[in-house]
């Protein structure tokens, strides 16, 4: 189901990216495409409200359950990605570059060599000492026209993100162009945020160190990614397609603590 055969990267300047060109089959990669939730017609009560236009189903919504036993696409994929064997093939790839990307904090560097132990359940003290706890989480993301995502770094947690884009086929020429602008957006920039932190006047400080380094193409069944570090700063710039547009992709993350 998943290809990880294509691998290369972005060639961005203060940190890891990369594309994952024909990530999934063809035949899955269309069955997710036709069993993607229509966003206009959910309850947007029951979907996570990220602010800004952005919405997320997750395991922690109340839409999740009803849409994994509706459609075996989204079954099958999210059970193969929420496993240790997934991790562990994606961590052995860039286990290289995650390493580099942590040496800025000497806990989380150390943390690293520790023994990997997957679970979604915290660790118990004894177990803190010997292993360090890893997990995949995921999210199928709305991103409504008008929306956007304001530069940040990410959680310290995480190590890696992939992200899987679905475009939307019933646009015109004008449109495509339009949706093709709005990838995610990877910054070279000076300014250290490793704990992610949300910075009062961040749009001033932030321009002023910082100019776009890379926006990836908004393609379908390309995985786009990066590993986490003090400087992994992406974005995703005002959504202006048409005025019933939506964003969709999944997005996936490889965390550890």
Same mark, same amino acid.
């Given at each position: 189901?998943? %290809?990880?055969?294509?691998?290369?990267?972005?060639?961005?300047?203060?940190?890891? &990216? !990369? +594309?994952?060109?024909? $990530? *999934?089959? @063809?035949?899955?990669?269309?069955?997710?495409?036709?069993?993607?939730?229509?966003?206009?017609?959910?309850?947007?009560?029951?979907?996570?409200?990220?602010?800004?236009?952005?919405?997320?189903?997750?395991?922690?919504?109340?839409?999740?359950?009803?849409?994994?036993?509706?459609?075996?696409?989204?079954?099958?994929?999210?059970?193969?990605?929420?496993?240790?064997?997934?991790?562990?093939?994606?961590?052995?790839?860039?286990?290289?570059?995650?390493?580099?990307?942590?040496?800025? %904090?000497?806990?989380?560097?150390?943390?690293?060599?520790?023994?990997?132990?997957? &679970? !979604? +359940?915290?660790?118990? $003290? *004894?177990? @803190?000492?010997?292993?360090?706890?890893?997990?995949?989480?995921?999210?199928?993301?709305?991103?409504?026209?008008?929306?956007?995502?304001?530069?940040?770094?990410?959680?310290?947690?995480?190590?890696?993100?992939?992200?899987?884009?679905?475009?939307?086929?019933?646009?015109?020429?004008?449109?495509?162009?339009?949706?093709?602008?709005?990838?995610?957006?990877?910054?070279?920039?000076?300014?250290?945020?490793?704990?992610?932190?949300?910075?009062?006047?961040?749009?001033?400080?932030?321009?002023?160190?910082?100019?776009?380094?890379?926006?990836?193409?908004?393609?379908?069944?390309?995985?786009?990614?990066?590993?986490?570090?003090?400087?992994?700063?992406?974005?995703?710039?005002?959504?202006?397609?048409?005025?019933?547009?939506?964003?969709?992709?999944?997005?996936?993350?490889?965390?550890?603590?």
């Amino acid at each position: 189901m998943i %290809n990880l055969n294509k691998i290369k990267s972005l060639k961005t300047k203060n940190f890891y &990216t !990369f +594309n994952i060109e024909d $990530f *999934l089959d @063809r035949e899955i990669y269309e069955k997710l495409e036709k069993d993607f939730p229509d966003f206009n017609s959910l309850d947007k009560k029951k979907l996570i409200n990220r602010g800004d236009g952005k919405y997320c189903i997750n395991v922690s919504t109340e839409y999740y359950d009803e849409l994994i036993n509706s459609s075996e696409a989204f079954r099958n994929f999210f059970a193969e990605i929420s496993t240790k064997k997934f991790f562990d093939k994606i961590f052995k790839i860039f286990k290289f570059e995650i390493i580099l990307a942590k040496k800025s %904090n000497i806990f989380d560097f150390l943390k690293i060599f520790k023994f990997s132990k997957f &679970t !979604f +359940n915290k660790l118990s $003290f *004894l177990e @803190r000492i010997f292993f360090k706890r890893v997990s995949v989480n995921f999210e199928i993301s709305f991103m409504t026209n008008g929306a956007y995502i304001k530069p940040h770094t990410d959680s310290r947690s995480k190590l890696c993100a992939l992200l899987l884009y679905f475009p939307d086929k019933k646009l015109n020429n004008d449109q495509k162009l339009l949706e093709q602008k709005i990838g995610t957006q990877f910054w070279d920039s000076t300014l250290k945020n490793y704990e992610n932190d949300n910075y009062e006047n961040l749009s001033e400080k932030f321009l002023n160190q910082s100019s776009m380094d890379k926006r990836t193409a908004f393609n379908e069944n390309n995985a786009y990614g990066f590993i986490k570090n003090d400087k992994s700063w992406h974005s995703v710039e005002k959504i202006d397609v048409s005025d019933d547009y939506v964003r969709r992709s999944i997005n996936i993350n490889l965390n550890y603590s």
